[in-house]
Structures are given as structure tokens and as C-alpha cells.
DNA sequence: TCTATTCATGAATCGACTT
DNA sequence: TAAGTCGATTCATGAATAG
């Protein structure tokens, strides 16, 4: 097997120094177990590293749809852990082997769920990394929870840390003010999955990794804290995204994969990538659109009590509002969508028009409320 | 020191049964230790627990500084490893106390920052706690980063977890569907900073409480996992925002808190709050928790007849009732459940949505038919 | 060619009750 | 306790298909 390959992409994209282009493992994926592969780095060569390591999912049985058709669950062998012991000591080992190439002032980004991101932290600190950040990536799109049996799980933890207390790592804080609309990047990251044309399919159709995460993730990350000629290491290369966009942003990549069809896979995909002309490339912007405000909102927030009394313009239906947002009227309970499409007979309804709350001599529909609360959070 | 304090909120707002009006310590403050004045407790009567923990009891306030200045205090890795450590024996010592004190299927919410929550929720799961989500409070006016050299830290994180991993906790998913506006809740929340004037301010307009958390956060977790009467649990209960909540929403609570200042500010607070009267705080319900009605009482009531013709949705698919209320489509026979999920040649199927019965010009689910029923039941 | 509808799918720790 | 039965449960998006 040979430890250092060079694919289709080894040219550096912009190689700073003669140093830089002397060294045979940039821009290339080395084949092997993580820890063992770092060993072939010299120490302190690095200035980025985002890790996707796996998260131990535990699942249980098989998980249908309300449709019957199966979810193609993560459950490949690589993230099969037997103890929090096992999964705790594989934390500090690669941990361990990334701070020994990081260079003093670099920045490490971890990704995780619930299921391993605490213990990714807490170990992260134990070693003497230094928290930066946690990150929120919020997905627009992720899959419902299908059982009801808790809330939609929509978002993913980035941690951002550097190897000391003392570390000044890079922190492009202008250019991501600049791109956010002139106001400063918050730690919530609004972004879609890894969908469409750029998720990597299989002759058949099939997905290439189960786990592919978006290339705005990664150009959000590399924006913040890298430069142009930076190295760039992916400990879990998977396939690839990581390479693919520090290619185009023109800094200089390297990974480390275990399986080889991962490997061909992003050898390819970024074999087809070209360095952009940095002005011209563009980030997947958050989005701005003006958010939703639930009903339930006007409760939390006080707006509304639980027992007011809810009517159409005219005054001939009504209605009570319940703690939990749902209304009462009659037999009739749920939205106000809902029942405001019961109560009129109708097949549909848009409830915050239709009703209407009386505030001392005035009747206005509840989208009123809704306005001022939309006015409070912008403020 | 008096361990049980009787505020002026004595009374349970809703005591479902004799046995908690004679429980002293129901919707009190309990003054001292969080540890300590827990074992006042018997064991397994929480349903829920919302904990606040401090973030840095052995840390000093280096972590927290708002302004990042440089902290004079040591930072050589033994003295660091301490601290974390004194901090994790902190929150496994009262983690164990609330374990004991919580019903098997009662919940936990845990709220912190990067700060603290990675090693809350790694001993969470070293104690055998249960991770349902991890919920993301997004604020929508968080302080800015002076600095310029990190993220603008705009959210915090909050961890639901349960007992075992065998536990079934409440949660009342159609409510927070219906308070949603019909779409099923995510485990991000939007929620504006406690300010204005539910902030409680002291006589020279100086906040009481460094963290006061708003209400509406409260408001969503108690509505997400508890019912009324329930009994929930803040062991560290500050100025009272999850006393005052429940009061409102007709759960009883109980408080641990240490500063007598914060017991005052809360007491006075809770005093002020009406309980909403039951009916509006009854919980939009889901059908499992519906009388089940069988197949066969469609035909028993009239409302199917024997030999009635039945299709899936679209007509592709059609069966005869049988007046033993089984159905007959082809060589297939069985229950609504069964014969649907034959014809589709599919494992399971709920016959109650997948059949229709053309009634006049629309074609509705059987479904509807057993709604029909329930209503003339509850008349 | 354009529009409307249907279909597929994404890191998922995803029953409850009776016999 | 284990096995069998009943029947509850999904949002956003892009691609594919139909009209």
C-alpha cells in the first residue's frame, strides 16, 4: 500500500514558498488509518483542519417512512463504536495527532451531533485546545422526524478551537462582514444540505458517502480562517469536500482516507475543480428572507394569554385560545388554520387573517401581533 | 437557616391529587445547596427538570469576560485540568442528585454555552442519561463581539435528555405541531433575550439577575414536556423564571436556590402570576391518545354497510367490506390494515387513511367515518 | 416549452398495547 | 417476557414525469 498518493489534483493550487512545493504530501490524499497517516506530517505544518470524524450513531432497528419506504440509515461500519470508552479513546488519539501538525496560531473545526460532539468538546478541552466558537449549521431542509417522537433534528455543532488559550489564529472578520451585509457573522450558520447535481453519485445512482457535507459549509470555513496558500488538512477526507473547496479558494489541501472508493472519488471531483479568481467565487449566502413567526410565538411571548377570545371580523364565529397555541371552538380544537377552516365550513383557511382579537376599541386580525413581534425582534 | 421557605406562592396552582397537597416543598423555594437540599426531596417525583447551572464555579469569572481582556490567572495545564475537573465533579454531584429525585420518564433540560455544555452533556451520557435532542435557543438580539475576533456568539444550547435510554418521556408533540402552525417543532428555537420589562431591576434599575432567562423559552419546554399538574424542578432557580412559568401553566414547581436576594425577587414575582383555568390549558391531542375506535363500529353504528366497496385514494386499488368488518379484495382478506398493505405489497399500512368510500362526489377516508363517530360519542 | 404533479430522499440514537 | 397486533407518522427540495 503505498502511504502518499499522488492523484490526479497534486499540483499545488498556489504554492507560497519553495518550502511549500518541495513537500510531496500537499494537495494529496494519503491512504490510511488517520493517526498513523499524520505521522507522515512534520509537526506544526499546518494552519486549518476541519474533521468530520464519524459520530457513533446508535441506531436501532430499521426506520420507515410514513410511506412505508425505508431511510437509508448511516449505518456503515467505520461509525460502529463499542463503548463511549472506545469512541472517547479514538477522540484523543486523533485529537492528539492533529495538534501535533497544527501550527501554534492554526484553527481546528470539529463537526458532530448530539451524539459525540460533547464528548468531542469536552476531550478537546481535557487536551488544551481553546474554544472559539461553537457553531450552529441550522439546515433548511433536514429530515423530519418521522415518529413524533421528538423534535426535528436540524442542525449539526461546528467547534472551533486552536491549540492554546494564547493562539492569535486567522480571523477574516472584515471580509465575513462584508459578505453577512455589513453585519458581523453570528455563530448560527443558515444552510441547505448537499443536495442536487454536487452530491456525488454512484453508476447507479446511489450516494457515493452517506454523509457528504455542503461545500458552503466548507467555503464558510475556510473563508474565516485561512488565507490564500494556507494548508488545509482533513482528517476524514471522505470524499472530498474539504480538497474541493480549498482548490478553488486557492489553498493547498491535504487528507487522509481509509477506503479507497472514497478516495477515487474525490481524486476525480477534484481533479475537475479549477482555482478561481478569488473576487469572482461567491459563498451561498444564509437566508435573509424575513423569518416565520409561529402562533405559539404570541403566547411565549406574551402578546397573547392562554383564554383570549378570538373572533372573525364580523364577530359571528369565535374562539379560545389555549396554552399550548391550539384553539377551542366548540367540538372544534387545533390551529388557527385549522379551525378557522372548520368553523366556516371550508376546506382551507389563513388564520391569521381571519381571526381577529378586540383591543379596546379596536378589532384587528392577529397578524397584527404577529407584525409586532416581528418588529421587536428586528430591534 | 430554614430549609423550607413558604412564599407568598404557597399554594399549588393545580394539585391533581391529595397526596401532593400534603407535600410540603410543592411550588416552594427551597433554600441551601443544590446537592443538599435536594436529598429534602423523595425520590422520583419530578416530571421535569430545567437546570441553569453556573458556568464556571471553580473557573472564576476569567471564561466570561464580555470584553475578552487578558485574565491574570494561571494557565499552566495542571491548573487548568483542575478546574475543569472540580467542575466536573460539581455537575456529576448534582446531576446524581436530580437523577434520584426524577420519575423514570421525566425529563431533563439542561441550558449552557460553549463554555460548559460539551462537558455537561459528556457526563450526561457517562451517567446513563439519555440524549433526546440537543435544542439551539438562536437569540435574535445577541450582544455583539467588540473585538472582531470571533463569531458573534448568538445562541446557546440546551440539552433534553431522559433517565434511560428505555424511558417514555412526555412529550406533547400534536401541541407543539398546532403552536407551529401545523408543521412538526425543530430543535431550533428563535427567541428573543429576556428584556424590557419582564427583566426584573432592583430599586436603582440594575438587573437582579446576570442571566435571567425569558419566559418564553420556558413556556416552550414546559409545553413540549410536561403536563398540568406536573411537578417541575429548577435546582437552580435564580429569580424564578421557571416557577413562574409553571405557575401560569398550571404545573407545580419547586426551586433550589442560595442567594436570598434571588429567593426575594423570585417570591414577589411568582406572587403576581394567575394560573389560566383548565380548560385553556388542555393539550391539543394526538389520535393515540383518542378513544380507539374499531373497524367493526362503523358497522355496528350504520355508518358502513356490509358489502360496501372501499378504494385506496386513487381508485387503483378497491375491497368489499364483509360484515364481520374484514375486508375482501381478490384472494386477499384480513383487516383494513392488513388487505391495505397487501394489495400494495408493502409490510405494513394504516388501512384507516389508505381506504376511501365514495360518498355522493367525494371520495374521503374511512378515517373520516371513525371521526364521525367520536364526535357523536363526546355529545 | 411551460406548468402541474408526483416522486425520491437527507448523519435518525424515532411504538404502544394485548396476550 | 416475548411475541403478536394495531395503527400512527414527514418537510424541504430537486428531479422526473405528466399534461
Chains 1, 2 share one sequence.
Not at 78 to 105: C, I, N
Not at 174 to 188: E, G, I
Not at 325 to 341: E, Y
Request: hydrophobic share 35%.
Amino acid at each position: 500500500m503505498r502511504v502518499l498518493r499522488t492523484g490526479v489534483s497534486a499540483v499545488a493550487p498556489l504554492p507560497p514558498s519553495e518550502l511549500q512545493a518541495q513537500q510531496a504530501w500537499l494537495n494529496t490524499i494519503i491512504k490510511g488509518d488517520c493517526v498513523a497517516a499524520l505521522e507522515k506530517l512534520p509537526s506544526k505544518s499546518v494552519d486549518l483542519v476541519f474533521a468530520d470524524p464519524p459520530y457513533n450513531l446508535q441506531l436501532g432497528g430499521d426506520l420507515h417512512r410514513p410511506d412505508h419506504s425505508k431511510v437509508d440509515a448511516c449505518d456503515d461500519h467505520w461509525d460502529q463504536f463499542a463503548s463511549f470508552e472506545a469512541y472517547d479513546a479514538f477522540t484523543r488519539a486523533w485529537l492528539l495527532a492533529v495538534r501535533r501538525v497544527m501550527k501554534p496560531d492554526g484553527s481546528l473545526y470539529v463537526i458532530g451531533s448530539y451524539h459525540n460532539i460533547f464528548r468531542v468538546g469536552a476531550i478537546l478541552q481535557d487536551l488544551g485546545f481553546w474554544i472559539m466558537n461553537d457553531i450552529i449549521w441550522l439546515k433548511s431542509n433536514p429530515m423530519p422526524n418521522f415518529r413524533g417522537k421528538r423534535f426535528t433534528n436540524a442542525h449539526e455543532t461546528i467547534i472551533w478551537a486552536t491549540k492554546s488559550k494564547d493562539a492569535k489564529p486567522t480571523f477574516n472578520y472584515d471580509a465575513l462582514k462584508t459578505f453577512n451585509d455589513d453585519l458581523q457573522m453570528r455563530s448560527d450558520w443558515h444552510l441547505p444540505l448537499c443536495t442536487g447535481a454536487e452530491r456525488l453519485k454512484d453508476d447507479g445512482g446511489q450516494k457515493v458517502h452517506p454523509t457528504q457535507k455542503p461545500e458552503s459549509l466548507l467555503y464558510r470555513v475556510l473563508t474565516a480562517s485561512s488565507k490564500p496558500g494556507d494548508v488545509v488538512l482533513d482528517p476524514f477526507f471522505g470524499t472530498g469536500t474539504t480538497g474541493a473547496v480549498a482548490k478553488k479558494l486557492g489553498r493547498n489541501y491535504v487528507g487522509v482516507e481509509r477506503e479507497q472508493a472514497y478516495i477515487d472519488a474525490a481524486e476525480a471531483r477534484i481533479g475537475e475543480i479549477e482555482t478561481g479568481d478569488a473576487s469572482t467565487l461567491e459563498m451561498q449566502k444564509g437566508k435573509r428572507s424575513e423569518r416565520r413567526i409561529p402562533f405559539g410565538s404570541l403566547l411565549e411571548t406574551g402578546v397573547l394569554k392562554p383564554g383570549a377570545k378570538l373572533t372573525c371580523s364580523k364577530g359571528r364565529y369565535y374562539a379560545i385560545v389555549r396554552a399550548d397555541g391550539s384553539l377551542k371552538s366548540g367540538d372544534h380544537t387545533g390551529s388557527i388554520h385549522k379551525v378557522g377552516a372548520l368553523v366556516q365550513g371550508q376546506q382551507a383557511c389563513n388564520g391569521w387573517t381571519f381571526w381577529h382579537i378586540d383591543t379596546g376599541q379596536v378589532r384587528k386580525p392577529i397578524d397584527d401581533l404577529r407584525q409586532e413581534i416581528r418588529s421587536r425582534l428586528h430591534t
